[in-house]
């Protein structure tokens, strides 16, 4: 009896034993879960925390794109007023754009899509096919103004990263009765260089008012 005593006793001390191994694993394994979790949340906080100053930013340079290409009409309106009222213009007749490309017909042959119709085309695509060499300065005739800055920077100089640029459309040119007394103004504002650019684009109706 004595050694089935002895021996039960031990018995229960081994199992005791592997009971706390197996808690101590079974511990190890909650708690390492948890640091995967928390480690998992922080990872979504911080990925969250930037994705998010990313919108900020990009809504911002929107707004931006959007205020350089209202400002962009603005400035063109005036000028084309400038024009009839000292009678440059009388009407919108071989003053609209045309190249390059035909950049003003939906289509090559009447069905075809032209591909370089504007509306085909991005904006950052416009403005390099307009300044195709990279100078600065439009290649082409009839661009009222080709990527002006009109904002100060800090220094008081005129910041080259929001600009505005603007022409004219012939809107009968896809089809119609001609009417040089109405065309399409298009603004492309920019907010940015680079790979970094933004850009906005305002399609606006503008035309002769007849006063009786």
């Known amino acids: 009896m004595e050694k089935y005593s002895v021996r039960k006793q031990i018995v229960r001390m081994q199992v ?4 706390s191994r197996r808690e101590k694993g079974v511990g190890l394994i909650v708690v390492i879960m948890i640091l995967a979790f928390m480690l998992s949340v922080g990872l979504v906080l911080i990925k969250t925390t930037t994705t998010g100053k990313k919108v900020s930013a990009n809504i911002r340079y929107q707004h931006q794109a959007f205020n350089a290409a209202e ?3 603005d400035a063109a309106k005036i000028a084309i007023d400038g024009f009839f ?9 071989g003053l609209t754009l045309t190249e390059p490309d035909n950049i003003d017909l939906p289509t090559t042959d009447g069905t075809t899509i032209n591909p370089n119709y504007f509306r085909c085309l991005t ?3 416009i403005l390099h096919k307009l300044d195709a060499n990279g100078d600065g300065s439009p290649d082409y005739p009839n661009v009222l103004f080709f ?3 009109y904002i100060l920077d800090e220094s008081g100089d ?5 600009t505005y640029t603007a022409f004219l459309i012939d809107d009968e040119a896809s089809g119609g009765t001609p009417d040089a007394n109405d065309v399409l103004m298009v603004c492309i504002g920019t907010a940015g260089t680079g790979s970094n650019m933004t850009t906005s ?5 503008i ?3 007849t006063i009786i």
């Open 85 to 93: 009222a000292d009678s440059t213009w009388v009407n919108f007749d």
């Open 123 to 125: 904006d950052i695509q």
């Open 71 to 73: 400002a962009g009409f």
């Open 147 to 149: 990527k002006w800055p």
């Open 207 to 209: 035309a002769i008012e």
């Open 16 to 19: 005791s034993e592997e009971g």
């Open 158 to 162: 005129l910041d080259p990263r929001f």
């Open 201 to 205: 684009r305002l399609e606006i109706e």
